[in-house]
């Protein structure tokens, strides 16, 4: 069973970089597909980011295409989330989740992950 710990989350000014890391504490996920939710105080949880098991495709919510990369490192069990430009509206816990369940694509859903990280705050100011 795969657990999962996510990383790299701040307080940072609009404009600025972060990059969030996922990693595996056990298990290994490199034949999962694994994705990046946020939640912000008062909302559900939202899809941010989804990659294919082989990292051959990849998938962005509106809101940060352009701006967030995915991009995962299989031989080392990591996952990252590069965040550019971040805005005031990024401001919530970012999760990473993994898909055990050998669907052909990842999804967008909550629904679609079965393991999930305990989440890495990340803050914005204007």
């Known amino acids: 069973q795969v657990l999962l710990v996510e990383s790299g989350g701040g307080l940072v000014q609009a404009g600025d970089s972060l990059r969030l890391s996922c990693a595996a504490a056990?298990?290994?996920?490199?034949?999962?597909?694994m994705g990046w939710f946020r939640q912000a105080p008062g909302k559900e949880r939202e899809f941010v980011a989804n990659?294919?098991?082989?990292?051959?495709?990849?998938r962005y919510a509106d809101s940060v295409k352009g701006r967030f990369t995915i991009s995962r490192d299989n031989a080392n069990n990591k996952l990252y989330l590069q965040m550019n430009s971040l805005q005031p509206e990024d401001t919530a816990v970012y999760y990473c989740?993994?898909?055990?369940?050998?669907?052909?694509?990842?999804?967008?859903?909550?629904?679609?992950?079965?393991?999930w990280g305990q989440g890495t705050q990340v803050a914005v100011s204007s």
């Open positions: 056990s298990g290994t996920f490199s034949r999962y597909h």
């Open positions: 989740a993994a898909d055990t369940n050998s669907n052909f694509f990842p999804g967008t859903s909550t629904r679609d992950y079965d393991r």
């Open positions: 990659i294919r098991w082989n990292s051959g495709l990849t």
